[in-house]
């Protein structure tokens, strides 16, 4: 009789952390808001913020929704697009 190959559990190659969907999801919604909300009250986006990463199943942190609110509000507004 053979032999059973030994069971490795090394992480090699494909193996990402817990967690890894989360914060794809937020770095998305993160930029989506920087996109609409760029220049606009600190409220205003802290609340896009949350509600949008609500809508993608993510539970907000409070702490880290204030730092990117403060860094969007602080950047200038887009200028309009026209085709």
Sequence with gaps: ????APISY???GGYRSAGWQQQVRVDYV????M???????????AQAIH??????GVVPNGRQIAVYAAAISA???????TR
């Design 51 to 56: 509600d949008q990463l609500r809508a993608v």
């Design 1 to 4: 009789m053979e032999r059973v």
């Design 75 to 81: 950047l200038p507004q887009l200028p309009p697009t």
């Design 30 to 33: 993160v930029n989506k808001v």
């Design 35 to 45: 996109q609409t909300h760029r220049g606009q009250a600190e409220d205003s986006v």
């Design 10 to 12: 090394a992480t090699s």
